[in-house]
């Protein structure tokens, strides 16, 4: 490929030295006429900034105005309490739509202000909704009751506890998150922003009935989402809380084919079944950890 490349450069240099007539560069016999050269680095030594090796630790890294840190991601408990913040029964879903490019692009290091626009093309209120859930799981995490800030979960809470099993069950322990049901999300592009839009104001899981891509699924699972999937119609609607027991030991056991979950509305109580399909070993520790940041920063 050199070589191809290095003939038509000669080609090209004849040509140009015979006024633009097309010319072989075997016209020409100067090709072993190689002037001497010096390489001069000194104009890459003083525009380019040479960091390796000369790390400066005792010195604080500054940061510009839109470059934020990542909030702090819960790890997972035993049970869950998802919030339906989004329902998109489009046949298929694209990651545009859960995260627009173009004006975006700006707040690519400011993982909070560019979560602003999740899903503002096709649910405008589903940002506000999320955060709202957001809030509660920080007030749990906080030791306080989320039931003060969300009055609704007083008789959410009496109903988890008459379901089987879940008498003695301690709720300040059950981790609360938005979820998105979508029929086949994750179409098109690859980026991740797509699935820590989500997760970074609240997000813990999305249920489908399929995903559209590896990619997107394995991006959810990096950000620590559970990927749900369900046979049946969803017939739980925006606003609904639905409150999945066990799901921790479901995904440390790797019995994922058939998890038991409840939708819970203020008069009623509907079971229903999840399952989520083949995840390695790693990927469960992740979403167990609560994310891939937190999965790595307790490796060290």
């Not at 020409?28 to 680095?41: A, E, K, N, V």
């Amino acid at each position: 490929m050199a070589a191809v490349a290095l003939m038509d450069a000669r080609s090209i240099a004849a040509t140009a030295a015979n006024g633009g007539v097309l010319t072989s560069a075997e016209a020409f016999d100067c090709w072993g006429d190689i002037p001497d050269y010096q390489f001069d680095s000194s104009v890459y030594k003083k525009r380019i900034y040479q960091g390796f090796n000369q790390e400066q630790k005792e010195k604080e890294l500054v940061c510009g105005p839109n470059i934020k840190d990542w909030p702090e991601m819960s790890a997972l408990t035993e049970n869950i309490l998802l919030k339906v913040c989004s329902k998109i029964m489009d046949e298929v879903t694209t990651t545009d739509e859960l995260i627009p490019s173009g004006e975006t692009a700006s707040y690519r290091s400011n993982p909070l202000g560019l979560a602003e626009f999740t899903l503002s093309r096709r649910d405008p209120a589903y940002v506000e909704r999320s955060k709202c859930t957001d809030r509660l799981e920080k007030a749990r995490t906080a030791g306080k009751s989320p039931a003060e800030l969300e009055p609704e979960l007083t008789k959410i809470y009496e109903s988890i506890k008459k379901l089987p099993g879940m008498e003695t069950i301690e709720l300040s322990d059950t981790e609360i998150g938005s979820m998105i049901y979508a029929i086949k999300p994750g179409d098109g592009s690859a980026r991740e922003q797509a699935a820590s839009c989500q997760r970074v104001i609240g997000g813990l899981a999305n249920i489908t009935r399929e995903y559209a891509t590896k990619r997107y699924r394995s991006n959810v699972i990096n950000w620590g989402m559970l990927p749900f999937q369900m046979k049946e119609e969803p017939e739980f609607e925006t606003g609904d809380y639905i409150f999945v027991p066990g799901v921790r030991t479901a995904l440390e056991s790797g019995n994922m084919s058939d998890i038991t979950a409840y939708v819970m509305k203020e008069d009623s109580v509907q079971e229903i079944h999840l399952y989520i399909t083949d995840m390695t070993q790693e990927e469960r520790e992740i979403v167990k950890a609560g994310s891939l940041i937190n999965y790595n920063r307790k490796r060290k």
